[in-house]
């Protein structure tokens, strides 16, 4: 019997994986992918990282071309917008190209991610940047290099915005920068931008850099950025940006900035809006509702990605984590349940690292004491500072862990960790532990290997956990 196709909104991480696993469980069924834009199966992670030189090409953070799609059996329509859902009727209506035409699907999956927020600041103003989508890596590529010196092989053969590059890169480039928001973003661009040799200011509205990770680490962070030759204005809320046609300068605290670049870090929001009018349950900042196995309240219609909620491994209630793995993994889970394979989307802990220049710094879990308390523990925390390596051997450099427990039931409920050597990676243990349900005693028995270039015998992670155990005793 013929079946309407699966169909899939978003060609990036959550889509594409779904498309993919899908048409692997069932090769005799279609799928058709609908994306927007013209980039698919991209790593957003690392547009810092062609910005600052260290990848070389654009289209090097591809994980997937076209063809490769095409090759997988999957029918990918770029420049196709999806702009309304019947539910009752299970089509979809898109438009391209000035047209529009009605889908029908047998299942729905919204993977329609997450755009960056701009707030009331003016992003209109030449030398105002988002960084989100490689369109808008390539346009900072190209305002950083003097007039008629943009090296377009930077750009390789992707559908970049040739316009916006061209324009760009006809302006005469920045001297210094201000970096609205101290959080991921703002400090991987502080990093990138001082090694295109700008002068760098970075302002963080609340007390400390990079909030979900604590005091411990930002204040680390924060002295780290200074040594590397970055202003760090904390306590500093932004009001506003001042220019006629190109940003000229930003405003503070009764105070002016002359600039010739602001990157706006100031948060990002789920492209929640299609499923608008439905009756859609929504969860946190209005994302997507979900259950486990990432279907929404509506028949037949799923999400996943940046768009969709997870359910949190410590508190046990639905969350907006919008992270790489979780929505590679939410949609590869999806294209398996609507495959007939009924695949759990799984939870999160919001594990993730950043790095800083020379620091690598970790989190996971409820590291926040009002968030904890919020959800209903009794939290305790310990900070401690260990070598993570035996001392005698070269390479060992100081790593700094705080561990927070639940004072009643002992369970670890999260922690962070900052070093320069190898700490983000120790991450994982404490990501382990959390889901493993583990308590601080259980997490100090582990057997962590141990070796002189790798570890001192008591891994960092460890003596934080002996710490913890210690005052709960």
Same mark, same amino acid.
């Given at each position: 019997m013929n079946r309407?196709?699966?169909?899939?909104?978003?060609?990036d991480a959550?889509? +594409?994986s779904a498309a993919?696993k899908?048409?692997?469980e069932?090769?005799?069924?279609?799928?058709v992918?609908?994306?927007?834009g013209?980039?698919?199966?991209y790593?957003?992670c690392?547009?810092?990282?062609?910005i600052?030189?260290?990848v070389d090409r +654009?289209?090097?953070?591809?994980?997937?071309?076209?063809?490769?799609?095409a090759?997988?059996?999957i029918?990918?329509?770029r420049g196709h917008e999806v702009?309304?859902?019947?539910p009752?009727?299970r089509t979809?209506?898109?438009r391209?190209?000035?047209e529009r &035409?009605?889908?029908?699907?047998s299942e729905?999956l919204v993977a329609t991610?997450?755009r960056?927020?701009t707030r009331? &600041?003016d992003a209109t103003?030449?030398?105002?940047?988002?960084?989100?989508? +490689?369109d808008?890596a390539?346009a900072i *590529?190209?305002?950083l290099?003097a007039?008629?010196?943009?090296d377009?092989?930077?750009?390789?053969d992707?559908p970049?915005?040739r316009? !916006?590059v061209? %324009?760009?890169?006809a302006?005469a480039?920045?001297?210094r920068?201000?970096?609205v928001?101290?959080g991921?973003v703002?400090?991987e661009?502080?990093?990138a931008l001082?090694?295109?040799g700008l002068?760098? %200011?970075? &302002?963080? !509205?609340?007390s %400390?850099?990079?909030?979900p990770?604590?005091?411990?680490?930002a204040e680390?962070?924060a002295?780290?950025?200074?040594?590397?030759?970055v202003?760090v %204005?904390t306590?500093?809320?932004v009001e506003?940006?001042?220019?006629?046609g190109?940003?000229e300068?930003?405003?503070?605290d009764?105070?002016?900035l002359?600039?010739e670049?602001?990157v /706006?870090?100031?948060?990002?929001?789920?492209?929640a809006?299609l499923? *608008?009018?439905t009756?859609?349950?929504?969860?946190?900042?209005?994302?997507?509702?979900v259950?486990?196995?990432? $279907?929404t309240? /509506?028949p037949?219609?799923?999400a996943?990605?940046d768009?969709a909620?997870?359910r949190?491994t410590?508190?046990?209630?639905?969350?907006?984590?919008p992270?790489?793995?979780?929505a590679? $993994?939410?949609?590869?889970?999806?294209?398996?349940t609507?495959?007939?394979?009924p695949?759990?989307?799984?939870?999160v802990?919001?594990?993730?690292v950043?790095?800083?220049?020379?620091l690598?710094?970790g $989190?996971v879990?409820?590291v926040?004491g009002?968030?904890?308390?919020?959800?209903?523990f009794?939290p305790?925390?310990?900070?401690?500072?260990?070598?993570s390596?035996s001392?005698?051997y070269?390479?060992a450099a100081?790593t700094?862990v705080t561990?927070v427990a639940?004072?009643?039931?002992r !369970?670890v409920l999260g922690g962070t960790?900052?070093?320069? *050597?190898?700490?983000?990676? !120790?991450?994982?243990?404490?990501?382990?532990?959390? *889901?493993a349900?583990?308590?601080?005693d259980?997490l100090?028995?582990?057997d962590?290997a141990?070796?002189p270039p &790798?570890?001192?015998?008591w891994d960092?992670? +460890?003596?934080?956990?002996?710490?913890l155990?210690g005052?709960l005793a």
């Open positions: 309407d196709p699966f169909v899939v909104v978003g060609g959550a889509g +594409l993919s899908f048409r692997r069932q090769p005799d069924r279609d799928v992918v609908f994306e927007q013209q980039w698919v199966s790593a957003h690392g547009l810092p990282y062609f600052e030189g260290t +654009l289209t090097d953070l591809l994980s997937l071309s076209p063809t490769d799609v090759e997988r059996g029918d990918l329509r702009v309304s859902v019947s009752t009727e979809v209506t898109v391209s190209e000035g &035409f009605d889908q029908p699907y729905l991610g997450a960056a927020t009331s &600041f103003l030449d030398g105002v940047f988002t960084v989100h989508g +490689l808008s390539a *590529d190209a305002y290099a007039p008629g010196e943009y377009r092989n930077r750009l390789g992707g970049v915005d316009g !916006r061209d %324009h760009n890169a302006l480039p920045p001297e920068a201000a970096i928001g101290g991921y703002g400090v661009m502080a990093e001082v090694a295109r002068d760098v %200011h970075l &302002f963080q !509205r609340s %400390h850099l990079l909030p990770f604590g005091e411990a680490v680390r962070v002295a780290h950025l200074g040594e590397r030759g202003a %204005h306590d500093t809320p506003r940006l001042v220019g006629d190109r940003i300068a930003i405003a503070f009764d105070d002016r002359s600039v670049m602001a /706006l870090g100031v948060g990002i929001e789920p492209n809006g499923l *608008d009018g009756g859609v349950d929504r969860g946190p900042n209005g994302a997507l509702h259950d486990d196995y990432g $279907r309240s /509506l037949a219609i799923y996943a990605g768009v909620t997870s949190h410590v508190m046990g209630r639905s969350t907006w984590m992270l790489g793995l979780t590679n $993994r939410a949609g590869r889970a999806v294209g398996a609507v495959a007939g394979d695949t759990p989307v799984g939870d802990a919001g594990t993730a950043v790095k800083a220049f020379d690598e710094c $989190r879990g409820l926040d009002d968030e904890a308390t919020d959800a209903g009794d305790v925390r310990e900070t401690i500072t260990a070598e390596r001392g005698y070269p390479g100081d700094t561990l639940d004072r009643g039931s !369970r960790i900052v070093g320069s *050597d190898r700490a983000a990676i !120790r991450i994982d243990t404490l990501a382990t532990a959390l *889901d349900n583990l308590r601080v259980e100090e028995r582990l962590l141990y070796a &790798f570890s001192p015998v960092p992670i +460890l003596v934080a956990a002996k710490v155990n005052r």
